[in-house]
């Protein structure tokens, strides 16, 4: 970083920027490589990068940037003045005499791109920190998703033209259509759901609503296990009501096969030592993490999800549940609370581009009876918010007089999708097996 007088230049790198735009006219694979680690405005000279969205625009139209190709472009654009004419290409491509080292120009260009985002957003958040009008956590909100923003080049905020998404669109079914992939989302594990929602997608919020006692934990639990082990994607499971412990417990009781009661108290067989270890080899190697913070609040939420996100790369969250978030604001009132969460809780889900599953309680009118929308409790925004929604239903005094006879059977219980934005709505059946507090298709294999 160079200094003229007292004035301190913004880190940059003029040499690697220009290397990296010689490596792309030169060869296909430096375009493909420059996407990975930049954006546009990563690039400190306003002409590099006026030249680098030229030539991803030649890339993506299936025309190969060349000094020829890429001046008729920005000409054809207005820019070919302000990106240094014809003679400052044509210099592009000697910058550099081979595309070989294009991953390392475009790891400086991203290095010096950070550098200067720290520097702005450190020196926005100190003005604001001093600014006693502002609400420090909306200071630290904002923060937080600037770099949020600069640490993932992948995520790139700005209007997009029709013609951008048509194509990506096109890509996305020419890729269904070849592979003949039964589910597009994440799914969740029981068959006839994801049959259904054809697994949970990107950027929506999918609640899951029952009474106290119906299963909702062992439902999440159950779907994120079905995710992180048998799919083996990441997933996070915050969970604002059990300790992590407490949610071992249910994982080890439900890999193991073993009565999650016995479990606690230690009243199993020693035998049953291999099916524990066993169990918790598997469940040792699963890409599933576990947020246990008592008194989690929104904010909470928000920044361990993008850390999350960008750490372990995390493809879905579970929350559980809603009415467990401690609110920042005690003077507010709980509806406009809720009402508030459920907002955040869907941005949060298009923001990181990956589902929220979060857990709902229904009002006490709800029991004994078919659940509906207007059910959901403390607020209709969750309804409104949600892309989906759908309820744990089953017929508590059917179940006591059936106890026994399903003890080792199983319960079957419904799981109705209610709401899907996208898709059709329907009744799913499910069996609960009470000793090992698990879900699993009705047509499963219950011994």
Known sequence: MAESGRERIPPHN?????????AMLIDDNAIIVAQQYLRQEDFYSSRHRKIFDAVLNLYHKGTRPDLLTLSAELERSGKLDESGGYDYIASLTGAVPS????????QVVQVCSLRRGLIQI?????????????????????????????????????YKKVESIVKD?????????????????????FSELDRLTSGFQPSELIIIGARPGMGKTAIALSMAANIAIRQNKPVAFFSLEMSDQALMLRLLSSEAGIDSHKLKTGFFAYSDFQKIFDAAG??????????????????????????????????????DYIGRISSENKMLARYEFISDVS????????????????????????????????????????????????????????????????????????LMLAKNRNGPVGTVDLTFLKQLTKFVSFTDDRG
């Open 99 to 106: 595309s070989a080292n294009a991953e390392y120009y475009a």
């Open 14 to 22: 003029d040499d690697a920027e220009r290397a990296l735009i010689g």
């Open 343 to 414: 907002r955040s809780l869907k941005g949060l889900a298009r923001e990181l581009n990956i589902p929220v599953v979060a857990l709902s309680q229904l009002r006490r009118e709800a029991e004994n009876q078919k659940p509906g929308l207007a059910d959901i409790r403390e607020s209709g925004s969750i309804e409104q918010d949600a892309d989906m929604v759908m309820f744990l239903n089953r017929d508590r005094e059917l179940d006591k007089k059936r106890e026994e006879q399903e003890k080792e059977m199983g319960q079957k219980v419904q």
């Open 169 to 189: 669109i096109v890509s996305y079914l020419d890729d269904v259509y070849k592979t003949k992939a039964e589910f597009t989302g994440v799914p969740s594990g």
């Open 282 to 319: 598997i469940i040792h190697d699963a890409p599933l993490y576990i947020v246990d913070m008592p008194d989690m609040t929104m904010l909470n939420i928000q920044a361990m999800a993008r850390m999350l996100r960008i750490q372990e790369k995390v493809e879905i969250i579970f929350i």
């Open 122 to 158: 450190s020196g926005e958040t100190g003005a604001k920190a001093f600014d006693e009008t502002i609400d420090p956590k909306i200071t630290l909100e904002e923060t937080q998703q600037k770099l949020f923003y600069i640490s993932d080049p992948q995520r790139i905020f700005r």
